[in-house]
């Protein structure tokens, strides 16, 4: 039986391993779905989906409206711009309009962290967090895990390097939760400002210096320079963050061989990363876009289906 | 590898030992053979776990009588069901791999019981999001009636009437760490 129970899926700080394992074996099943002629499954038929994007994303919002076509769900979506919230609207009557339109599951991105837990609390629909402001995007640790698993075969052990903005990034907490609870190695890699050291409190390694870490990690995980959410003085400035942590041409000759280089998208070309890196063989940042799609098919899948504790 | 009870209940009596199974598959073997002239057209295709493990065998059997090596298959039936909220909780979703090219193919869809049918058509649904084989045929071990849907199994081991709150326990050593054999809780 899976040892799924939850009705949402809100952070990976409250998933055990077994349960993160079970989403990715979960997952590997539904990416074969892909390979199939038609590809489609009719797993969610008769079910509405509402992507309840508050902030904008194209291809988070995308990826689980195509996960959720090839399920057989209905979509609806629903941004900051054409919903009510610019009216005036509380996020809890907006919510609970959508689960008056029956709506069995909200996929929603939020700048305030813990939206999606305030919603799961009050509705009875499925909440799936795309997202919510520097707390928690659970799905793209999801996807990242997936891909390394993926690639290099099993997660105990790795070592993974997260470099950018961490500070500021759900990307990173989210993953740092995911990879500490399989048994990696994690270090991030940044500038002071953004990288403090109470992240050590975590269990993860924190460094200043890209090119001490380089040679030793089996995975570099890229984060995008946020720049709607910097402030000019945490980031010091483009060209310096580049010659300072940015992946060039000469800094990835210093990886090991077969080691993995991840993005979670959109890349800045040319600011954290080498153009012609983001497109050499060990770059895995589409197999990342193609996981995404099955990862969010097998949380919407386990979120949907069976009987529900609620959370 | 995973160990159940064995038996799997206090209750459960014996149907068929590891004997009596070996013998029931290599009538289905010939059966099949029999069935099916040009043989090197059909795969054989599991559902999981126990679906999967009868197929091997029947394969085996085949082999061994013929000499030809038939292609397995998996096919996992999880994400077709028409009973998704009406479960308690959810089996886990098995990776599905089937012969690259159906069309012209025979498949025999192989199960440990054959019950409500709902099984059988939720497996032929995912077949057909594969491609278009020429022909499906159903196998089962156990066929305990009951069937909800106009399904009926080609092959059957071992015929073997029930009443609905009553349950048959299929137990392999491969899948489950205890000696073959096929059980019924009684009423």
């Excluded at chain 1, 993974?160 to 939760?177: P, Q, Y």
């Excluded at chain 2, 305990?144 to 392999?172: M, Q, S």
Aim: glycine share 6%; aromatic share 4%.
């Amino acid at each position: 039986m899976s040892n799924w129970t939850r009705k949402d899926l809100l952070s990976i700080q409250e998933l055990t391993a077994d349960e993160i394992t079970g989403i990715l074996d979960t997952a590997a099943a539904f990416k074969q779905v892909g390979a199939r002629e038609i590809k489609k499954v009719p797993a969610l038929r008769g079910k509405t989906l509402v992507n309840f994007f508050v902030e904008p994303s194209t291809r988070t919002r995308t990826s689980f409206e195509l996960a959720a076509f090839r399920l057989s769900a209905d979509v609806v979506n629903i941004s900051a711009s054409t919903s009510s919230l610019t009216k005036g609207e509380t996020l809890k009557d907006t919510a609970k309009n959508l689960e008056a339109l029956h709506a069995d599951i909200i996929v929603l991105r939020h700048s305030s962290a813990g939206a999606p837990k305030f919603l799961a609390e009050r509705l009875e629909s499925s909440v799936i967090n795309a997202g919510d402001g520097a707390h928690e995007h659970p799905t793209q640790a999801l996807l990242d895990t997936f891909t390394i698993r993926e690639k290099l075969g099993h997660i105990k052990g790795i070592h993974v390097a997260i470099i950018g903005d961490i500070l500021f990034s759900r990307v990173a907490r989210s993953n740092i939760w995911a990879l500490l609870k399989l048994g990696a190695r994690v270090t991030l890699v940044g500038p002071s400002t953004l990288v403090p050291r109470e992240f050590e409190r975590m269990g993860c390694a924190v460094t200043h210096d890209i090119d001490s870490v380089l040679p030793d990690v089996d995975v570099v995980n890229l984060l995008r320079i946020q720049h709607e959410r910097q402030r000019k003085e945490y980031f010091p400035g483009t060209g310096e963050y580049t010659s300072l942590f940015g992946l060039t041409k000469a800094r990835a000759e210093k990886l090991k061989p077969g080691a993995l280089i991840m993005h979670p998208g959109p890349i800045n070309r040319g600011v954290e990363i080498d153009s012609e890196i983001a497109d050499s063989a060990r770059s895995v940042i589409l197999d990342q876009v193609t996981n995404g799609l099955a990862v969010r098919m097998a949380v919407l899948y386990l979120c949907a289906g069976g009987e529900k504790i609620a959370s | 590898m995973p160990t159940t009870p064995y038996p799997p209940s206090p209750k459960a009596a014996l149907v068929l030992d590891a004997q009596a199974i070996d013998r029931a598959l290599r009538r289905i073997a010939h059966e099949i053979i029999e069935r099916n002239p040009e043989i090197n057209k059909v795969a054989i295709v599991g559902i999981p776990s126990r679906g999967v493990e009868i197929a091997k065998r029947l394969i085996e059997n085949i082999g061994q009588i013929e000499n030809v090596k038939l292609e397995l298959g998996v096919i996992d039936v999880s994400m077709h069901r028409d009973d998704i909220r009406l479960r308690k909780s959810l089996s886990p979703v098995e990776v599905s791999h089937l012969p690259l090219d159906l069309e012209g193919r025979t498949i025999i869809l192989v199960d440990d019981v054959a019950y409500t049918g709902r099984t059988c058509r939720a497996a032929m649904d995912a077949i057909s999001s594969f491609g278009r084989p020429a022909r499906i045929q159903y196998a089962a071990l156990i066929d305990r009636g009951h069937r909800e849907l106009p399904i009926r199994a080609d092959y059957v081991g071992k015929n073997l009437p029930t009443a609905r709150p009553e349950r048959v326990f299929v137990r392999f050593e491969k899948t489950d760490g205890v000696p073959d054999s096929v059980w019924v809780e009684r009423i």
